[in-house]
């Protein structure tokens, strides 16, 4: 407060002295009596007071949005996670899909294997039951030519049987037949 009256003083003083002009008179500091300069102290503390809240709101909003991006983070490695599991299962479901789909056509295959046996089976008897009269074959005709079994010699029966039938031609399925009508 002293200062002030001082700093007055000697402007006053230099103006008068025409050392200073009129200007220096607007450098003239008023006189703040005590309760002025105590709202002043605390308009200044108010507003130091609202910028610490300012700060400490802008922190709190900081940390609010680290959470958050924290959180989005989470939710991004979880939806990821959950899409590398449904990739897997997906894969897993095609891979069984794949092997059913192989072991049906393993399956459909043996079953065209097994049809085409079949139908060569009865291609086969078909040709043996239905023959040409050309190729017909009379049992009855060449039963006379079969050798007569003895017991003694069966070991040399068979032998001597096939070496006939290959020399006449016989059909093999007829073989048993014309061996069961010598028994």
């Known amino acids: 407060m002293r200062k002030q009256i001082i700093k007055n003083l000697v402007i006053d003083k ?10 220096a008179l607007e450098l003239k500091v008023e006189n703040i ?41 989470e939710d991004e490695l979880k939806l990821k996670q959950a899409e590398l599991e449904m990739r897997e299962r997906l894969e897993m479901d095609k891979k069984e ?24 089976m009865v291609k086969e008897e078909s040709n043996t039951k239905v023959q040409p009269k050309s190729e017909y ?8 030519l079969v050798p007569r079994f003895v017991k003694k010699t069966v070991d040399k029966y068979f032998p001597q049987f096939e070496k006939i039938a290959h020399n006449l031609n016989w059909p093999k399925p007829y073989w048993t037949t014309m061996l069961q009508k010598c028994f």
């Open 14 to 23: 230099l103006v008068d002295a025409e050392i200073s002009g009129e200007e």
């Open 33 to 73: 009596d005590a309760f002025k300069l105590k709202q002043l102290e605390l308009e200044h503390e108010l507003k130091l007071k609202e910028l610490e809240i300012r700060k400490e709101d802008e922190f709190k909003l900081k940390e609010l949005e680290m959470k958050e991006m924290e959180k989005r983070k």
């Open 97 to 120: 899909k794949e092997d059913v789909f192989k072991l049906k056509e393993l399956e459909m295959k043996e079953r065209l294997e097994m049809e085409k046996m079949k139908i060569e």
């Open 137 to 144: 074959f009379d049992a009855a005709k060449n039963i006379r």
